[in-house]
């Protein structure tokens, strides 16, 4: 069975500071991608940041970064200089290769404080 | 391109009716599934189609369906709605190939805020 769990579901951080959301996943698959989206108060979701699990660098993107351990099967996400924009929940997400279907988090709410 | 569009954005229906909501995915784009996300319960599967055969579907009540055509427009409709299925119901799309040959990015709509008094 694949699952992704996000153990935070609140957190905080003051604008211009980082912070950084955890996120783990439980699968049997070699090949898989893993992706961040954020959620504003609109409710549209947006592609924050996406890894495939056969590239060892770490994806980045402007002020997104992820922390991929394969072994550990871990994917947290950096936020670096925060910005009131980035207030949001956050969902990890998860498809294997060979599937068709996303697994997707619980959710962090994230708020940033002026 | 233009985005995943959901029609309508905002419905409000009494228990016991039906409901079908829409979903246009992004240009090219074949594949299309469906979520349910209400406070408690998160983001839930409710189905996934691609070349309108559905090929996944989660663990949700036979009330729940849908269908997707042959421009990969789809639709899902809930029958004999209960108070329960208030929700948001979200809509995304991927250029999917077939399973093995590499997923891809989902693109979400605005979704669709069901209310049922």
């Known amino acids: 069975a694949q699952t992704v769990t996000q153990s935070q579901p609140e957190m905080s951080v003051q604008e211009a500071e980082t912070v950084t959301l955890s996120c783990t996943y439980d699968?049997?698959?070699?090949?898989?991608?893993l992706f961040w989206y954020k959620q504003p108060p609109s409710r549209q979701m947006i592609l924050v940041i996406r890894?495939?699990?056969?590239?060892?660098q770490n994806a980045t993107e402007n002020r997104f970064s992820v922390n991929f351990q394969k072994a550990a099967k871990s994917f947290s996400l950096k936020i670096s200089d925060s910005q009131l924009g980035d207030t949001a929940m956050y969902f990890c997400?998860?498809?294997?290769?060979?599937?068709?279907?996303?697994?997707f988090g619980t959710g962090t709410s994230l708020t940033v404080i002026p | 391109k233009a985005g995943v569009t959901q029609t309508p954005r905002y419905l409000i229906k009494t228990r016991g009716q039906q409901v079908t909501l829409s979903c246009s995915p992004i240009?090219?784009?074949?594949?299309v599934s469906w979520y349910q996300q209400t406070p408690g319960q998160g983001l839930q599967f409710l189905f996934e189609?691609?070349?309108?055969?559905?090929?996944n579907k989660g663990n949700f009540p036979g009330r729940f369906s849908g269908r997707q055509f042959s421009n990969s427009r789809s639709e899902m409709n809930v029958s004999t709605l209960e108070l329960g299925d208030s929700a948001l119901y979200l809509c995304?799309?991927?250029?999917?190939?077939?399973?093995?040959?590499?997923?891809?990015?989902?693109?979400f709509g605005p979704g669709t805020r069901l209310t049922v008094l």
């Open positions: 240009s090219g784009h074949r594949s």
């Open positions: 890894q495939e699990a056969y590239k060892q």
């Open positions: 997400a998860f498809i294997p290769n060979t599937g068709n279907q996303f697994y």
């Open positions: 189609y691609f070349s309108e055969t559905q090929r």
């Open positions: 699968t049997s698959e070699n090949n898989y991608y």
């Open positions: 995304a799309s991927s250029a999917f190939p077939l399973p093995g040959q590499g997923a891809d990015t989902q693109y």
